[in-house]
């Protein structure tokens, strides 16, 4: 999982086309910590430049990056009838979405802001940490979902269901 994670972020250095991540396995095996290291990484390297213009002039740019712990999100929305909350997320040039599973739970609405977020998210690098194997995936949501998570170099990591919580390790 380790080493996954480290040669996506070494992608960033490289110039490479922005890629998918997801974490896939069982509650407390460190999926979200390690997503949220990814993304240290990548503001560290993306996350603010001062540079000299041709002009001469001191710019400064700041790109965001962001973390959507889903549930939540998805209660603020519902609650506030923010019906297109999702596209406040697809400008992030690197989000991580923290068990958009979670979907399933809430009903059709949150399955289908989830399926259009991810279709927004086609060239941008994501990461996602799931509570599911990538077959749950396809069963309680779209298969398309799950074709999205492993179509065109991105990547999966599924850790099987006898992994040791991370506290108890």
């Given at each position: ?10 992608e ?7 890629r ?26 993306h ?45 992030y ?12 739970e ?56 006898e ?7």
């Amino acid at each position: 999982m380790l080493d996954e994670a480290k040669t996506l972020a070494g992608e960033f250095d490289s110039g490479a086309t922005p890629r998918w991540l997801a974490f896939c396995g069982p509650t407390g095996t460190g999926k979200t910590f390690l997503a949220r290291q990814v993304r240290r990484y990548w503001n560290s390297y993306h996350g603010l430049w001062r540079g000299q213009s041709a002009q001469g002039d001191w710019t400064q740019r700041i790109q965001r990056s962001c973390v959507i712990n889903w549930a939540r999100e998805i209660a603020r929305a519902k609650d506030s009838k923010a019906w297109g909350f999702v596209r406040g997320y697809d400008d992030y040039p690197m989000l991580v979405i923290d068990d958009p599973s979670k979907a399933y739970e809430t009903g059709d609405w949150a399955k289908s802001q989830l399926f259009e977020l991810l279709e927004y998210r086609r060239d941008k690098w994501t990461v996602t940490t799931w509570n599911l194997d990538l077959e749950e995936i396809s069963a309680r949501f779209e298969p398309a979902i799950k074709d999205r998570l492993i179509r065109g170099g991105n990547r999966v990591i599924e850790l099987p269901p006898e992994t040791p919580s991370y506290a108890e390790r």
